[in-house]
């Protein structure tokens, strides 16, 4: 640092800055808070159901505990929307 910017008074935080800085850690805690909120409701969701449930299919059952058929589930419709969304996009795009 040059003898000149020594003798420069510093520029002061306008208010407008400190409310993005402000606005931003806010953020941080907010996303930090929401991300054990649900890291908690999924362990709760796991503890609730690890109980064995039948599942009755078409040509046969079986036995499986129900957290897994969520999961499974859930991901089978996870899947099938991207799918049924990528499908969706090809269809309707304009031609080239």
Do not use: D, K
């Amino acid at each position: 640092m040059t003898e000149e910017e020594r003798q420069l008074p510093a520029e002061e935080e306008s208010r407008f800055r400190r409310g993005l800085r402000q606005t931003h850690r806010t953020g941080l805690w907010a996303a930090a808070i929401g991300a054990i909120a649900v890291l908690v409701y999924i362990i709760l969701l796991i503890v609730e159901n690890s109980h064995r449930v039948t599942v009755h299919y078409v040509f046969g059952t079986s036995h499986t505990r129900l957290i897994w058929l969520i999961i499974v589930c859930g991901l089978l419709g996870w899947l099938w929307g991207i799918a049924t969304s990528a499908i969706i996009r090809r269809r309707t795009r304009r031609p080239r």
